[in-house]
């Protein structure tokens, strides 16, 4: 018990709390910090405590789960019937698309065979929800409602409809955490899609901006060029689309360019994502490949996703 | 017995929906403006009930908020001890005060826990979080009347159901 008997507490005395207790706690909590630091245990505490946190996530989403379906049933239908051809528009312009890339693909795959080229990049995707919590206003981290038992590994790039969001960084039974690219602890290679040239694009913290801090000052950057990964570093696969630059000055010191971008994702309004589920180069010899029992034109596409492609 | 059980529940129950709204999103506009529940819930159990809620109490509390949101295991614990131990001490002054002079002293210990927070991550090597930072504990300083108010009116009328 913290409190001194009632007798001896006066308005002003030290009494209450002692000051020793107080130094002990706090010097419990900072070695605490500093293994934490460290070591990064609190990932494995997670992982122990999932039973709790993840129930926890679920009913700290419900609110909004609630108001979205309140939004959905109150919705006319006039909107509705608008949203469903603009969804029908797109998923034919999609298809099309889709229809002369996989034309593409047939193409470049018969190019690689006589190429003798080993590896493909198959892509499989898999399709994730997110649930709707907020860890900490000022890191830009989002949960995902799937995890390790869902094959989920750290490091796997998290996309959306236009473009990168980000990379798991955190993976617990059934759900996983994810860093926007925005977060201002995150960098990702980027090369400006019109000249080829190769930057970093970092995360500043705003969900709307990203930033370029080390571009040459000769370099050929324009307002509204498109910015897409590069492939370099081996963590996100090369050519999705990442921003648009929407500003370019010189830096203080005036040796650099310091560009804006604006993310591609819809980064804070995305309800369903897409973690790749290959990890762009794999290391290492190529794992022994099975019998084809009927040799079809697209091996990607009739391997069951990230079976085949992971020694 | 039956008026401790209905007591404690108040305080689990309390603290519970604090760890709730913590994690609760908002609005992307508004996202700056949440407050600090968990501790303006735990300051006013401090307040009221100072056997309940020790510096003991407020560290295991952290710890449970540091692995609910993922952090620095042991940042929110050094937080909530720092904000306990200022009530605690001041608690017999605090009580008496009327309720603007409280909602003022409020603003100084959420202000002064957003300090402690720099020089933890200033400390772990974080990046400095934007201005919004700053405005958190007004919000909270906005919403301890209510906490406090209806906090208090539940605990009353509880007392009174039992007479």
Do not use: C
């Amino acid at each position: 018990m913290p409190l001194a008997s009632p007798d001896k507490v006066s308005l002003f005395a030290e009494g209450a709390v002692s000051t020793l207790r107080l130094i002990a706690y706090l010097t419990m909590a900072m070695i605490i910090m500093v293994i934490d630091h460290r070591g990064g245990y609190l990932i494995g505490l997670r992982n122990a405590a999932s039973a709790i946190v993840e129930p926890a996530y679920r009913v700290a989403a419900m609110p909004s789960e609630v108001a979205k379906a309140g939004r959905l049933a109150i919705a006319t239908q006039s909107h509705l019937v608008d949203e469903n051809r603009n969804l029908r528009e797109a998923l034919l312009l999609a298809q099309a698309r889709l229809n002369r890339m996989s034309a593409l693909v047939a193409q470049n795959d018969r190019l690689k065979k006589l190429l003798d080229v080993q590896k493909d990049l198959g892509l499989g995707v898999q399709l994730a929800r997110l649930i709707d919590i907020d860890l900490d206003p000022f890191r830009h981290r989002v949960v995902l409602d799937a995890g390790s038992q869902q094959s989920i590994v750290v490091g796997q790039p998290v996309l959306d409809a236009h473009g990168v969001m980000g990379q798991i960084v955190e993976v617990l039974p059934n759900t996983s955490v994810a860093m926007l690219v925005t977060d201002p602890t995150h960098a990702i290679p980027v090369m400006v899609e019109r000249t080829g040239l190769r930057t970093i694009a970092y995360g500043t913290g705003s969900i709307d901006r990203l930033q370029l801090p080390n571009v040459p000052i000769s370099a050929d950057v324009k307002v509204g060029d498109l910015l897409v990964t590069s492939g370099l570093g081996g963590r996100f696969p090369a050519g999705f689309p990442v921003g648009e630059i929407l500003d370019v000055s010189n830096d203080e010191s005036g040796m650099f360019a310091a560009a804006i971008a604006r993310p591609a994702a819809a980064l804070d309004r995305s309800g369903e994502v897409l973690l790749l589920q290959d990890l762009p180069q794999p290391m290492g010899p190529p794992a022994p490949t099975p019998v084809q029992s009927e040799a079809t034109g697209l091996p990607a596409a009739s391997d069951p996703p990230g079976s085949g492609n992971r020694p | 017995m039956n008026r401790r059980r209905t007591q404690f529940l108040i305080f689990s129950g309390s603290i519970l929906l604090a760890f709730l709204l913590q994690l609760t999103p908002l609005p992307q506009a508004i996202i700056v403006l949440k407050p600090y529940w968990l501790a303006l819930v735990l300051v006013y159990w401090a307040i009221e009930t100072p056997d309940r809620v020790g510096l003991g109490f407020a560290f295991l509390l952290g710890l449970v908020a540091d692995v609910l949101t993922g952090q620095l295991l042991g940042e929110q614990s050094l937080r909530l001890l720092v904000m306990i131990f200022i009530v605690l001490r001041f608690r017999s002054r605090l009580r008496f005060f009327p309720i603007g002079q409280q909602t003022l002293a409020i603003l100084a210990l959420l202000l002064n826990d957003r300090i402690v927070v720099l020089m933890v991550r200033g400390f772990s090597g974080d990046p400095m979080p934007s201005m919004g930072f700053w405005i958190g504990p007004v919000i909270g300083m906005i919403a301890w009347p209510f906490i406090f108010l209806l906090l208090d009116d539940l605990r009353a009328r509880m007392r009174a159901k039992e007479t």
